[in-house]
Antibody
Framework: EVQLLESGGGLVQPGGSLGLSCAAS????????MTWVRQAPGKGLEWVSS?????????FYADFVKGRFTISRDNSKNTLYLQMNSLRAEDTAVYYC?????????????WGQGALVTVSS | DIVMTQSPDSLAVSLGERATINCKSS????????????LNWYQQKPGQPPKLLIS???SRESGVPERFSGSGSGTDFSLTISRLQAEDVAVYYC?????????FGGGTKVEI
């Protein structure tokens, strides 16, 4: 069974930075697009960013994180990353790491348990 | 951006009865070259991550009970739970993967 394990969540002050990691296992990580989706407390699902399979040279971002967040992958470590800078209170959410069925324009097949990011002073 | 609009926001259904959730996209999700609708349905139970139920509008994922079915094409889609079970209490989301930004509907809460 595919496993996705997020880490790096926590409390950060507005304007601060935080990095999330997602350790992937039990599938061929390099061959799949990966995505971050977030969910603010009591709210719905919101797509944050996606990265293509392979070398990760293809990336996409939601407008509300563009220029602040960076998605990347290290295929040698089977790990997905999300570097978050200039954090705002409205970025408070559970951040899910997720694997697509194939490319980024396919369903999201597997989800991690999520990492809580709280932006507050 | 493609806007996904779900209805209703919440739905109370008796055990064994049918539940139908609607999802409308602001533009067609049908890709003519392969005749596929780029529409997915997810189930999210409290305290859990979402689970993919249906992809390509009507293709049930492995292990998903047959009482779940997806239909529709173009801009109008539906998820039907034919005979509601207690374990189906959850929030259901539609999502388009036709283009980025990937977008989700607002969710439909299904209760008994």
């Amino acid at each position: 069974e595919v496993q996705l394990l997020e880490s790096g969540g926590g409390l950060v002050q507005p304007g601060g930075s935080l990095g999330l990691s997602c350790a992937a296992s039990r599938f061929s990580f390099i061959n799949y697009a990966m995505t971050w989706v977030r969910q603010a407390p009591g709210k719905g699902l919101e797509w944050v960013s996606s990265i293509g399979a392979g070398d990760g040279s293809t990336t996409f971002y939601a407008d509300f994180v563009k220029g602040r967040f960076t998605i990347s992958r290290d295929n040698s470590k089977n790990t997905l990353y999300l570097q978050m800078n200039s954090l705002r209170a409205e970025d408070t959410a559970v951040y899910y790491c997720a694997k697509h069925i194939a490319g980024w324009l396919t369903g999201i097949h597997y989800w991690g348990q999520g990492a809580l990011v709280t932006v507050s002073s | 951006d493609i806007v996904m609009t779900q209805s209703p926001d919440s739905l109370a259904v008796s055990l064994g009865e049918r539940a139908t959730i609607n999802c409308k996209s602001s533009q067609s999700l049908l890709y003519n070259s392969n005749n596929k609708n780029y529409l997915n349905w997810y189930q999210q139970k409290p305290g859990q991550p979402p689970k993919l139920l249906i992809s390509w509008a009507s293709s049930r994922e492995s292990g998903v009970p047959e009482r779940f079915s997806g239909s529709g094409s173009g801009t109008d889609f539906s998820l039907t739970i034919s005979r509601l079970q207690a374990e189906d209490v959850a929030v259901y989301y539609c999502q388009q993967c036709y283009s980025t930004p990937l977008t989700f509907g607002g969710g439909t809460k299904v209760e008994i």
